[in-house]
């Protein structure tokens, strides 16, 4: 069989016609291109993870954290939240970080129950790609409130501190207040996707 026919009659022609109608209904207008690209990238996510225990809720939404100079740590940031896990302290969870420009990030939500490492490695083999500093997540609680999690249900953050990976838990209390905690990456614990927590990392390449 030629590449020909493989291309008109096979897998990949199939997957090729499709591609030619998307980028013919992009040109003509009548299917918006920031929203084409949201959803072939949750495709590939889905093909190359082979779960999908996320769903991107941000969309094309420009979401991004300032620059900042990575001094400022979580257990610090009285400022900000009304409650600190001291496990920030007991796990040596409080290492300042480096100096970060302006981060595109984007927001997901469970669909599926899920451990830490299943629900950030559906979007990465590398954990790194997805960590923030802990003056980056203090900047994206202060600029995106409103994309938290509400109703006392958690947003996941992905940092690295002496060499560790931790989650933060950024939760909004029923008064309002934020409260924050500190798992470790590899907590075998498995959160429910009823629950429709959030998980924000920066935006991949």
Same mark, same amino acid.
């Given at each position: ?24 209904? *992009? ?6 291109p ?6 072939l +990238? ?5 093909? &190359? ?10 969309? /094309? ?6 620059s900042?100079d990575?001094?400022?740590?979580? *257990? ?24 970060? *420009?302006?981060? /595109? ?18 979007? /990465? ?14 900047? &994206?609680?202060?600029?995106?409130? +409103? ?24 939760r ?7 409260? *924050? ?20 990392v920066?935006?991949?390449?």
């Amino acid at each position: 069989m030629t590449m020909q026919h493989i291309v008109a009659d096979g897998p990949f022609g199939l997957v090729s016609r499709r591609c030619w109608e998307i980028q013919r209904r *992009v040109l003509e207008g009548t299917l918006n291109p920031n929203e084409v690209a949201d959803d072939l +990238q949750l495709v590939m996510e889905r093909r &190359f993870s082979g779960q999908s225990f996320l769903r991107l809720i941000s969309g /094309s939404e420009n979401l991004t954290i300032d620059s900042v100079d990575g001094s400022e740590t979580l *257990v610090e940031a009285n400022d900000v939240f009304a409650y600190i896990d001291p496990d920030f302290q007991n796990w040596k969870a409080d290492e300042t970080g480096v100096t970060t *420009v302006e981060t /595109s990030v984007r927001v997901y939500e469970m669909v599926k129950d899920a451990t830490f490492a299943q629900m950030f490695g559906s979007l /990465s083999e590398d954990a790194e790609k997805l960590c923030f500093t802990q003056a980056q997540i203090k900047g &994206f609680v202060r600029k995106h409130c +409103q994309w938290l999690r509400s109703d006392g249900y958690a947003t996941f953050f992905l940092f690295r501190s002496h060499n560790h990976f931790f989650v933060a838990r950024v939760r909004v209390a029923s008064g309002g207040g934020l409260l *924050v905690g500190v798992d470790r990456f590899e907590h075998s614990v498995v959160w429910h996707a009823g629950n429709l927590h959030r998980v924000v990392v920066p935006q991949l390449a």
